[in-house]
Nanobody, 120 residues
């Protein structure tokens, strides 16, 4: 079972930046499309961004222009650079292997996530 470990969350003020990382336990990472999701308190888990195995990225409207997803296949790692953070970005962030159907279908188990809190 491939494990995903997210890190990089924290407390930041409005307008600040954070960089999240997600490391996969196996080298199959480079063959798979990946995604970041987030879940705010009391809400469902929502898609934030996707990246193909070849590096093509896509974003939901609410983060486009502020967040950047990237990957380093040599390190089995996917990143989420988050700039111009807003209080509504507060959530637990998770990465996942996905199949890019509409909507994307996640594969495997969720990791523990990483908490992002944006203060106003």
């Amino acid at each position: 079972q491939v494990q995903l470990v997210e890190s990089g969350g924290g407390l930041v003020q409005t307008g600040g930046s954070l960089r999240l990382s997600c490391v996969a336990s196996e080298s199959i990472f480079r063959l798979n499309d990946m995604a970041w999701y987030r879940q705010a308190p009391g809400k469902q888990r929502d898609l934030v961004a996707t990246i193909t195995s070849g590096g093509a990225a896509n974003y939901v409207t609410s983060v486009r222009g502020r967040f950047t997803i990237s990957r380093d296949n040599a390190k089995n790692t996917v990143y989420l650079q988050m700039n111009s953070l807003k209080p509504e970005d507060t959530a637990v962030y998770y990465c996942a292997f996905v199949i890019l159907t509409t909507p994307p279908r996640t594969l495997g188990d969720w990791g523990q996530g990483t908490q992002v809190t944006v203060s106003s």
